[in-house]
Nanobody, 117 residues
Framework: VQLVESGGGLVQVGGSLRLACTAS????????MAWFRQPPGSERAFVSG????????WYADVVKGRFAISKDNAKNTVYLQMNNLKPEDTAIYYCATGWSVASIDTWGQGTQVTVSA
């Protein structure tokens, strides 16, 4: 499976961006898709995840109420709608897939999101 992210860029504080991640194929419905991010000088951290089939989703506390994850099964694509962006949201955002958030086995190349004050 290959994951390709798109939609990153430069946005002002309070603005919005939508990231997209398209998978080259879907192997098992039981797998999940997730977004992680890595700010400059920091570790990679979980942002949000969603089940391919059931649609249950999860969020890190720092993005709850501002970010929304969704999917289009027909397009093998997962989206991350990011609203009310803050400077601390600046990071490289990675799409990932695996059997759970704790067992990610495939990563995308990452897309840069920069929020300017």
């Amino acid at each position: 499976v290959q994951l390709v992210e798109s939609g990153g860029g430069l946005v002002q504080v309070g603005g919005s961006l939508r990231l997209a991640c398209t998978a080259s194929e879907r192997t098992f419905n039981e797998r999940i898709m997730a977004w992680f991010r890595q700010p400059p000088g920091s570790e990679r951290a979980f942002v949000s995840g969603i089940e391919w089939e059931g649609g249950e989703s999860w969020y890190a506390d720092v993005v709850k109420g501002r970010f929304a994850i969704s999917k289009d099964n027909a397009k093998n694509t997962v989206y991350l709608q990011m609203n009310n962006l803050k400077p601390e949201d600046t990071a490289i955002y990675y799409c990932a897939t695996g059997w759970s958030v704790a067992s990610i086995d495939t990563w995308g190349q990452g897309t840069q999101v920069t929020v300017s004050a």
